[in-house]
């Protein structure tokens, strides 16, 4: 029946993550060009700031300005709307004002030309990726971005352990665990931006509420679900409705801008010989190595953790032998939130985050779970790595704006090749 389940959330995930943003109407009469910078080395990207952008109307610069804190830009054209239909304008990016290490991922499309036929604002896309192959040899690409994999993985990790343990001790596919991981990182940029809070408080803080946010899920939601005998089936779709519900609530109370943290250091690239690595990035692999470490000791020598392998494993099995299995799914819903809280937190740090940064990465988590072997935490674990590492390196064979693609790829090649994942155990259906 799992291995249905499976199947099923797996074809719903990639038909989900399907987003995109609509442009929004001009706030006062005129004509803007508008757009936004982002940097295709992060996941999800971040945005680029003090870049450079100018327009030329008639062979003569008109407006100039640079990319803000959230890489968006905004130049207003001069003149009256009406009187602009049909003149030709020509956006610029000046290339030598991009980060070091980077230009645009199509090098030749430094300006555009564009033909005014309404008095909307018109919008332009540009992105920044790393320097071309042929500027760099490939052995120092292939470990620079091994090493970028491996820290993306152990980010993934975090957040796909509680999705693994909730998949594990109950059967559900939630796909609102991407919400449980934007709450984490709304709920500390919330005491950073309403109080002044410092990142370390915010973020311990936000923790708890993720942690009793998870717990709130369960009590109100799941578990009256659990016990009218609800199936997996309609428990899964429920999931769907209340992770649009809640980037809803999301987007009404925190809007739908690039929000980034306060007193988090940006430290210079570390250079070993030929090979950048990001200081900000090695720190969060860190911390997301040392709190895996915790998680798989706690599952595998504490008592909680025996009974949580003893739920998965067989549940019925489990209530006949004296053990509490509502009050172990309540404990695994608590942590699993908790850890996706941090994830989130830990992922606006590095890359800024908006009201559906969870959405966006939920396809990697659920291809690293699925990966792995669904409801086994370290496969969860080893499924992340090995993701992280497929989507990094795929880049240097296909163009960085499809890398995500081979999240895709792995979901498809499992469920037909391997439906139990790596490290997961096959079952019998019917």
Same mark, same amino acid.
């Not at 006062?28 to 060009?33: A, L």
């Not at 072997?373 to 080893?382: E, P, T, Y």
């Given at each position: 029946m799992r291995l249905r389940v499976a199947a099923l959330f797996s074809i719903l995930a990639c038909a989900l993550i399907v987003g995109g943003f609509s442009p929004a109407s001009?706030?006062? @009469?005129?004509?803007?060009?508008?757009?936004?910078?982002?940097?295709?080395?992060?996941?999800? @990207?971040? @945005?680029?700031?003090?870049?450079?952008?100018?327009?030329?109307l008639e062979g003569a610069e008109v407006a100039s300005g640079v990319s803000d804190a959230e890489g968006k830009f905004s130049l207003p054209i001069p003149g009256d709307p009406e009187d602009l239909l049909g003149k030709v304008i020509i956006v610029k990016l000046d290339t030598s004002t991009l980060p070091a290490g980077t230009t645009l991922t199509d090098e030749k499309k430094t300006e555009y030309k564009?033909?005014?036929?309404?008095?909307?604002?018109?919008?332009?896309?540009?992105?920044?990726? @790393?320097?071309?192959a042929g500027e760099r040899p490939m052995w120092e690409q292939v470990i620079e971005r091994s090493i970028n994999g491996v820290f993306l993985g152990l980010l993934l990790a975090l957040a796909a352990i509680g999705?693994?343990?909730?998949?594990?001790?109950?059967?559900?596919?939630?796909?609102?665990?991407?919400?449980?991981i934007t709450f984490g990182a709304l709920a500390a940029y919330f005491f950073q931006d309403s109080f002044g809070w410092a990142i370390l408080p915010a973020t311990i803080i936000a923790i708890a509420l993720s942690a009793g946010f998870g717990y709130a899920n369960d009590r109100l939601l799941w578990k009256p679900l659990r016990g009218r005998g609800t199936g997996l089936i309609a428990m899964m779709i429920v999931s769907i409705g209340l992770a649009i519900f809640l980037r809803g609530v999301y987007q009404y109370f925190f809007g739908a801008d690039n929000h980034q943290y306060t007193g988090v250091r940006n430290f210079k690239p570390w250079h070993l010989g030929p090979i950048d690595v990001r200081p900000k990035e090695f720190f969060v692999a860190v911390l997301c190595t040392v709190v895996l470490i915790v998680v798989s000791v706690a599952v595998q020598k504490t008592r909680l953790g025996k009974a949580t392998r003893a739920v998965s494993d067989n549940p019925a099995l489990a209530a006949s032998s004296g053990i509490a299995v509502d009050k172990v799914i309540t404990t695994i819903w608590v942590a699993g939130a908790a850890l996706a809280g941090l994830s989130?937190?830990?992922?606006?740090?590095?890359?800024?985050?908006?009201?559906?940064?969870?959405?966006?990465?939920?396809?990697?988590?659920?291809?690293?779970?699925?990966?792995?072997?669904?409801?086994?935490?370290?496969?969860?674990?080893?499924?992340s790595v090995l993701v992280g590492l497929l989507v990094e390196l795929s880049s240097l064979i296909i163009p960085t704006e499809l890398k995500y693609v081979t999240a895709l790829v792995v979901l498809v090649l499992v469920l037909l090749i391997r439906p139990q994942g790596l490290l997961g155990r096959a079952e019998r259906i019917g």
């Open positions: 001009a706030d006062t @009469p005129g004509i803007d060009v508008k757009g936004i910078l982002t940097d295709t080395r992060t996941v999800p @990207p971040k @945005p680029v700031p003090d870049v450079k952008i100018s327009v030329d564009v033909t005014i036929k309404t008095n909307f604002d018109i919008p332009i896309g540009y992105r920044i990726g @790393p320097k071309s999705l693994s343990l909730i998949f594990g001790t109950t059967g559900l596919t939630n796909f609102a665990h991407g919400e449980l989130g937190i830990m992922w606006g740090s590095i890359n800024g985050f908006d009201y559906q940064v969870g959405f966006k990465i939920l396809l990697l988590v659920f291809a690293a779970v699925t990966l792995g072997g669904l409801g086994n935490i370290w496969g969860a674990m080893v499924g």
